[in-house]
């Protein structure tokens, strides 16, 4: 299994909150798609996926009106 620090940020779409929160987490996977579509059980999820040019994998993630952003970095 490959291991990844996770980052986890939940973005406030309040209007007069924009902070977000920010959690991160060491997590252990061979497949970062399933991982990520188990996280969140709701069946209307959009997802987007990019990998960035150093090699980390990003996560746009929206899921019952919330929007998330999951940054995985291999160790």
């Known amino acids: 299994m490959k291991e990844y620090e996770m980052i986890r940020q939940i973005f406030n779409e309040c209007p007069n909150n924009k902070t977000r929160d920010n959690f991160i987490e060491e997590i252990c996977t061979d497949?970062?798609?399933t991982y990520v579509k188990n996280m969140f059980p709701d069946k209307m999820l959009r997802?987007?996926?990019?990998v960035c040019a150093d090699g980390?994998?990003?996560y746009d993630v929206e899921s019952a009106g919330l929007h998330q952003r999951l940054t995985?970095?291999?160790f």
């Open 72 to 74: 995985f970095t291999e």
């Open 31 to 33: 497949d970062l798609d």
């Open 56 to 58: 980390s994998i990003v």
């Open 47 to 50: 997802v987007e996926k990019a």
